[in-house]
């Protein structure tokens, strides 16, 4: 990242950017290139979205992990006034899929319309940025795979979606959640240290080989090896029940 960040390959104010700002430069005509979490179709996604043609290039084979199998779990408040009514809609999400499209685009004839049972596109005259239904992200609600697809998206995409995730390689720590509760403190010292550090050490702002004894020694005096110890004492006592 500092051999990157020293080829003048990063925007000048990244450590004070918001997560827009890389879209935000490409569709400026500023920028190249953003890091994205990829899937299947996702340059086609985001071309949709920006209204700027992107095109992705993949870096890594896809891995999974607990992080990521949560990263689209819903639930249900414990303070929700009717968990079972919030439980049918929910289900829903994954059944529906005329709910679920609303969700994801809007209302059929205003923010698109359709070009055939299960493809859409923006009304004549509308556009990425005028089209006036914030998305929020297909992968956020219910079944993806009962979602359309617009016009300029493979028609393959759901099956190559399919098989992008039978090829992932799984953490053989998959399934574990990590219980932060005998190291509340710890953890929350160490978000500390990460916000210090974090951001700097990612951008490549800095000669890592000056930050990084500084970042771990920081880390250490705020509890690192007893969070350590914990995690892998869950980790070894999870390990067992799935024998």
């Not at 209302?107 to 005259?125: A, L, Q, R, T």
């Not at 609600?141 to 390689?169: H, I, T």
Request: glycine letters at 8%; aromatic letters at 10%; a negative charge.
């Amino acid at each position: 990242m500092h051999q990157w960040n020293k080829n003048g390959w990063f925007d000048k104010d990244i450590l004070t950017s918001d997560a827009d700002q890389g879209m935000n430069m490409i569709k400026a005509g500023k920028a190249f290139a953003v890091a994205q979490s990829l899937k299947p179709g996702k340059d086609k996604e985001m071309s949709i979205t920006s209204g700027v043609e992107v095109v992705q290039v993949e870096t890594a084979e896809p891995f999974t992990t607990t992080g990521d199998a949560q990263g689209a779990m819903l639930g249900i408040s414990r303070t929700s006034k009717d968990p079972a009514r919030a439980m049918m809609f929910l289900n829903l999400l994954y059944s529906d899929p005329k709910l679920l499209n609303m969700l994801y685009w809007g209302i059929e004839g205003k923010h698109y319309v359709k070009k055939s049972d299960n493809v859409i596109d923006y009304p004549e005259g509308v556009n990425a940025d005028t089209q006036g239904y914030p998305n929020p992200g297909g992968w956020m609600f219910g079944n993806q795979f009962n979602s359309y697809l617009w016009v300029n998206e493979d028609p393959n995409k759901w099956e190559e979606f399919k098989k992008f995730n039978e090829r992932a390689e799984h953490s053989i720590a998959l399934g574990f959640a990590f219980n932060q509760e005998p190291v509340k403190s710890e953890m929350a010292s160490i978000a500390n240290v990460e916000k210090e550090f974090g951001a700097t050490l990612r951008s490549g702002a800095v000669d890592p080989e000056k930050i990084i004894a500084k970042w771990k020694e920081k880390r250490k005096s705020a509890g690192f090896d007893k969070v350590k110890a914990e995690v892998e004492k869950q980790l070894a006592e999870w390990a067992e029940t799935q024998k």
